[in-house]
């Protein structure tokens, strides 16, 4: 609208500046308003890119404007900056709803704060639901409503000025300083189709009596209506009622008209109220079937668009369901990605209500009733479980029925057997629960305890030497066992697994790096009743091979490794222009369980030349004794610097390499570095000696914080300690007092989540890792913070600088020594460079 308003205004001879953030934008838009000048050769026109949410430039939009203007002040400054994200309020992001404010709001701040001395006319653009909200404006509604009553308030502060213009004082200028307001309802632009996407169905339900205009309309009636000299510009008829619906204090139009127009409509908001209020309250449960219907259709490997589809038509023996809410089911993406298969609905698990009832369904459904399922299947949901609950079971109980009552034919508990020519009848009461943790995996064990049973069996199935799926030809089978999952859900015997925290809320929130997990689990041991939950960026390493035997520790830095994370340095002209490479740990555990292993301890005086009370070598040591089981038994060694009953066994290792060893300790003697029994005796500088291990002499494993400590915590129970692997953590949240409250994290490809802490706020994400973090939830250097429009928390210009690191060099050698030597003879792999 901004762009039509300055075409139509250059029709009629004004000077122009356009100001937006998109140098492209501005150079297209420019072009357009020079065209339609009305006399070329006096008119001139100017652009400047700036951000009005960020108050510094608007400093340099005014002096920039006014300059160009040849340090007149302009007539009349149009503020038309935002945009609009509609949603359910429980569903946008708090940094949503903040943007909203700061780009509808804190733009028209700056740009009137600004201007303020200037123009003869400030114009805002609001919204009509500045008046009138519907259902799904909530993001964008309140600061809509905010800006009106800006231009109130305004209004009578401008009275200050105008009075002494009035007076004739003889420096105030001639003419009154008048603010306008322009109410437009939907606009048809780029923006306004993404807005419309993003609109919940019962948005667009809501306002059906909206029919949006072109922005030339739009700037056309606004134009009209400021040369009228109205305050409260509307564009059509629908906005006149919803503005005399509500005219408070605000300066009437037409003193007659308005007042007439308030009383007629403030009988319509009567009928309007009861309306809306059903329209919201019925809109899940008996409202006919919309026209349209929209879907994620697969169009071609990874692309799913957002479309209308058309209602099915129903069946005689089907249900018609509104669905509510779909759950992501691994189904879903692997269908998208996979070949074949275009046309496919995305979206397998999911619940809502009957809209239809096909005449031959012989179950006693009832139109309006809530259900949820998976393809074929529907079971009934309660009144009091979640739709998101709801949605997140059914191919999970699907699967775990096949697995449990068809091929194992064991009973249902309350119901009689269900037997299949398959199935073996089994009386042993104990059976393996193969991926446990998974979502079929904790149903399994939900009704393994039903049954009384202890174990059970994995999400795929083996049977007569055959690998088995839940696949449509069971679905029949899987609907015979749904009605008893209703039944014990109706019976509150079976629960979603729990992801909520426990009762008492929240101690702390961590990284599950070396520094998170040995903070996390230390305080979970002091106290089990802290909650405590670790947010982990990488996956589990809980057993991987890969991470637990010390001799596939290279494999952890290999390019395609999930568990590590690259870093690219500057070109460095040390290093001839290169850039260096740096790894970090990016799992459960992180550096220590991918790390190279080499037990480092500092010197006593790194902490002696801080000179800090409680952090010298004295008070530190013995934090170094507590958490170690030193295996190392050369006499030759001080022992009284070394734990032996801590968590982690640090041992010379159980591969040596003695021929190279011993070349090298010659080689350093010959050029006079003697060499030491105790590399980390913290006093033992200048001297050579063998690197002890952070490896268990008896097993040979490495010792990382997760299954040192980690793991070991997690399985003896009785903690308050809960982890969550691939979770990234995307900022800090602080309240008005600037203390940590809460994360607010993302799961892979959903939308972010906030989970809040009650206590206090840990982060451990490491040196690379924090840095960004802490940027990225407002605390850190302000100029870096603003640019790229992040609220400040605190100016601290430190973050995210001064990395230092050292460098590793490998150097490949042929060696005349046998293979077992090397760690290719450990691991038997061709790893020649
Ligand atoms: C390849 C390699 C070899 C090494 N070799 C040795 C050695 O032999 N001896 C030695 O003493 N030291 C070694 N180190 C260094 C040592 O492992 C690290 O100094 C140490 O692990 C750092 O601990 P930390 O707690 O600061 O960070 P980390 O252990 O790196 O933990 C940070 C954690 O935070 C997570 N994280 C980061 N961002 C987010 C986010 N946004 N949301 C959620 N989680 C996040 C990461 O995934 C990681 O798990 C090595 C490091 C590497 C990478």
């Known amino acids: 609208m901004g762009r039509s308003a300055a075409i139509q205004l250059a029709q009629k001879g004004a000077n122009i500046v356009i100001v937006s953030r998109s140098t492209q934008k501005l150079e297209a838009a420019i072009k357009l308003i020079q065209a339609a000048a009305i006399d070329p050769s006096k008119q001139r026109f100017h652009y400047i890119s700036a951000d009005l949410t960020n108050p510094d430039d608007a400093d340099r939009i005014l002096d920039e404007t006014i300059k160009w203007n040849n340090g007149v002040e302009l007539d009349a400054v149009w503020c038309c900056a935002g945009y609009c994200h509609p949603g359910y309020f429980i569903d946008v992001p708090i940094q949503t709803l903040r943007d909203q404010m700061d780009t509808v709001v804190g733009a028209y701040y700056v740009e009137w704060t600004e201007s303020f001395i200037i123009p003869r006319h400030l114009i805002f653009t609001a919204s ?22 800006l ?153 799913a668009p957002f479309e209308g589809i058309p209602v099915p038509t129903l069946p005689d023996d089907y249900l018609l ?35 239809e009832i096909g005449p031959k369904v012989e179950k006693a459904f009832m139109i309006g009733d809530r259900v949820a399922g998976f393809a074929h299947g529907v ?87 055959k690998h088995w799926e839940t696949q449509p030809r069971y679905f029949e089978f899987a609907k015979k066992f749904f009605p008893i999952v209703e039944k014990l859900w109706g019976e509150g015997k079976w629960t979603e697994h729990p ?70 340095s500057r070109p460095s002209k040390d290093l001839a222009g290169r850039e260096s490479i740096i790894p970090t740990g990016r799992c459960l555990g992180g550096g220590s369980s991918i790390n190279f292993m080499v037990y480092s301890r500092p010197q006593a005086i790194d902490f002696d030349a801080w000179n800090v009370p409680g952090w010298s070598s004295k008070d530190i040591i013995p934090m170094f004794k507590k958490y170690e089981n030193f295996q190392v038994t050369d006499p030759a060694i001080d022992t009284s610097v070394h734990g032996y009953d801590g968590e982690f066994s640090v041992s010379s290792g159980t591969n040596a390499q003695p021929a190279f060893q011993k070349d090298f300790f010659k080689a350093c003697s010959n050029v006079g570095i003697s060499t030491t029994a105790d590399v ?35 399985d003896q129970g009785n903690t308050g300690l809960q982890v969550a692997t691939d979770v990234s953590v995307n900022r800090i949240l602080f309240n008005a007092n600037k203390k940590a409250t809460g994360v607010e994290y993302t799961i892979s490809g959903t939308k972010p989540a906030v989970v809040k802490a009650r206590r206090l706020v840990v982060l451990a994400s490491g040196a690379l890792g924090s840095p960004q973090v802490l940027e990225r939830s407002g605390v850190g250097d302000k100029n870096l913070l603003l640019k790229l429009g992040i609220q400040v928390i605190s100016d601290l210009p430190g973050v995210g600088s001064n990395y ?30």
């Open 499 to 568: 992801r909520e925290v426990r009762p008492g809320g929240l101690f702390g929130v961590l990284d599950g790096g070396t520094t998170g997990v040995l903070v996390a689990t230390r305080l979970a041991k002091a106290d089990p009743n802290l909650s405590i939950l670790i947010l982990e960026h990488g996956p589990n390493t809980r057993d991987n091979p890969l991470v637990v035997n010390p001799a596939f520790y290279l494999m952890n830095i290999a390019p395609d490794s999930p568990r590590v994370s690259f870093y690219k």
């Open 804 to 833: 230092q690191d050292h460098n590793v060099i490998f150097y490949p050698y042929k060696s005349s020594d046998g293979v077992e030597e090397t760690i290719h003879g450990v691991v038997g792999m061709d790893w020649t460079v």
């Open 680 to 714: 980390q005796s913290f006093h033992s500088a200048n001297a050579v000696g063998k690197f002890n291990m952070w490896i268990d002499r008896e097993t040979g494993l490495r010792q990382d914080v997760a299954h040192c400590l980690l793991f070991p915590l997690l």
């Open 151 to 303: 231009s109130d308030v305004l209004v009578q502060e401008i009275e200050m000025y105008n009075g002494a213009r009035r007076n004739k004082d003889a420096n105030a200028p001639a003419t009154d300083v008048k603010i306008h307001i322009v109410f437009p309802m939907g606009i048809s632009s780029p923006g306004f189709e993404n807005e419309q996407k993003l609109k919940p169905a019962l948005t667009h339900i809501m306002e059906e009596a909206d029919k949006p205009q072109t922005p030339d309309e739009v700037a056309a009636i606004a134009i009209k209506g400021l040369e009228k000299g109205d305050f409260q510009i509307i564009t059509n008829m629908v906005g006149q009622v919803m503005r005399t619906s509500s005219l408070g204090i605000s300066l009437r139009n037409s003193l007659f008209l308005d007042t007439v127009a308030s009383w007629f409509t403030s009988i319509v908001c009567l009928f309007l109220i009861s309306d809306f209020m059903g329209k919201v309250f019925n809109f899940v449960t008996t409202m006919a079937i919309s026209e349209t219907n929209y879907g994620l259709v697969r169009k071609a490997a990874g692309v």
């Open 379 to 465: 079971l009934c949901v309660p009144d009091n479980v979640p739709w998101e609950a709801a949605a997140s079971v059914p191919c999970a109980i699907g699967t775990m029925g096949l697995g449990l009552f068809k091929f194992l034919s064991i009973p249902f508990p309350g119901f009689e057997s269900i037997k299949s020519s398959e199935a073996n009848q089994d009386d042993n009461k104990t059976i393996l629960i193969y991926g446990g943790s998974t979502a079929t995996g904790t149903i399994a064990i939900q009704f393994a305890k039903l049954l009384e049973l202890y174990g059970i069996t994995g999400e795929k199935y083996i049977f007569e030497g």
């Open 321 to 355: 369901i509104r669905v509510v809410i779909v759950a992501v089911n691994p189904t879903d993406w692997t269908t998208l990605d996979a070949p074949g298969d275009d046309g496919t609905l995305e979206g397998c698990d999911w619940a809502g209500t009957i809209e």
């Open 128 to 149: 009509t639901v500045s008046f009138f909200t519907v259902t799904g404006y909530s993001p964008y509604s309140p600061p809509k409503a905010a800006i009106r009553n």
